[in-house]
Structures are given as structure tokens and as C-alpha cells.
């Protein structure tokens, strides 16, 4: 299905939009950030808060990094101070990089089991498809934040993969 190399490429996009989005956001006033926006975590601050709980979360489970001390429920209030919740997404994109540049093919193929507070139970699944999950999930919540920014008068750079560069 998938292979390092597709890992190493998503985590790389990963850091380029996380920074397109911050950058747009900076843009804008706290107060325009928080406002609530009638997306599923409310306004911009707190889907980047969500988005970086379930980062956060998803290598607690790939990983040896302890997972975040608070539940979904409260993701989107992860971190209040901007400046915390932005050199806190850019410490994991890093942590995530480096995490990808070590990956192989046989960690890929093997399985994971977990207890998810979401569902409230246990789940077991190939670690393949947990990983294009963590991804798709960034892309999604960066999709309503690109939406909201937008709204606001905010003006995100593109976001296809293809426009990437190779560095």
C-alpha cells in the first residue's frame, strides 16, 4: 500500500502547510483567530489546537512520546497563547519528520492496538493504514482552517502537493 517514501513525502508536506496556514493566521488579529467560525472545534485557534492534539496523539501511538494530558473533548483548547500553540506545531512537524526519515517497510506492514478514548474501545489496525489516517486527518482539519482563513480575509498559499518543492 504505502512505503517509507510516501511517509517521508507526507510528513514534508506536513511542515510546508502547517507553516502556509500559521503564516496566513498571523495575519490575522487573536481576536479574528478565536472567533467561532461554526466549524466542528469553532474558530481557527482551536482547529490548529485539535489538529495538533491529534498529531500529538497519533505518535503517542507510533511512538514513545507520552500522549497529550488532556481528551478530545478539550483538544481545541490545547494551548490558549498562540505563540505556545505555534513553537508547539512546529517542535512535532520536526519530531514528525525525523520520525518518518526513520521508518521502514517492516514497521509499516505490522499492526497496532490501542484503547481509543473516541470509541471507547479497544481497535486494532495495520499500521499502513493508521498512518495514511494521521495524514488525511491533518489534510482535513487543514482544509476547514484554509476555508476559515479564507473567510476571514486571510490569503493561505496553494496547497497541492505537486506545487511542493523537492528541498
Do not use: C
Amino acid at each position: 500500500m504505502i512505503d517509507p517514501a510516501y511517509v517521508r513525502t507526507m510528513a514534508r508536506y506536513n511542515i510546508w502547510q502547517n507553516g502556509n496556514l500559521f503564516t496566513a493566521a498571523e495575519t490575522l488579529s487573536p481576536d479574528d483567530r478565536a472567533a467561532d467560525r461554526g466549524a466542528f472545534f469553532g474558530s481557527i485557534h482551536g482547529t490548529l489546537n485539535h489538529l495538533l492534539w491529534g498529531d500529538q496523539m497519533w505518535m503517542s501511538r507510533f511512538t514513545d512520546r507520552p500522549k497529550p494530558e488532556i481528551g478530545i473533548g478539550d483538544s481545541g483548547r490545547l494551548f490558549a497563547n498562540w505563540d505556545d500553540l505555534a513553537r508547539n506545531r512546529r517542535a512535532l512537524d520536526s519530531e514528525i519528520l525525523a520520525w518518518a526519515e526513520g521508518l521502514d517497510g517492516a514497521w509499516l506492514a505490522g499492526e497496532l492496538s490501542w484503547y481509543s478514548g473516541a470509541t471507547k474501545r479497544e481497535m486494532t489496525h495495520r499500521l499502513a493504514d493508521l498512518v495514511v489516517h494521521f495524514f488525511n486527518h491533518q489534510t482535513h482539519h487543514r482544509g476547514q482552517v484554509h476555508a476559515m482563513l479564507t473567510a476571514a480575509g486571510a490569503h493561505p498559499d496553494d496547497t497541492d502537493l505537486m506545487l511542493m518543492s523537492a528541498e
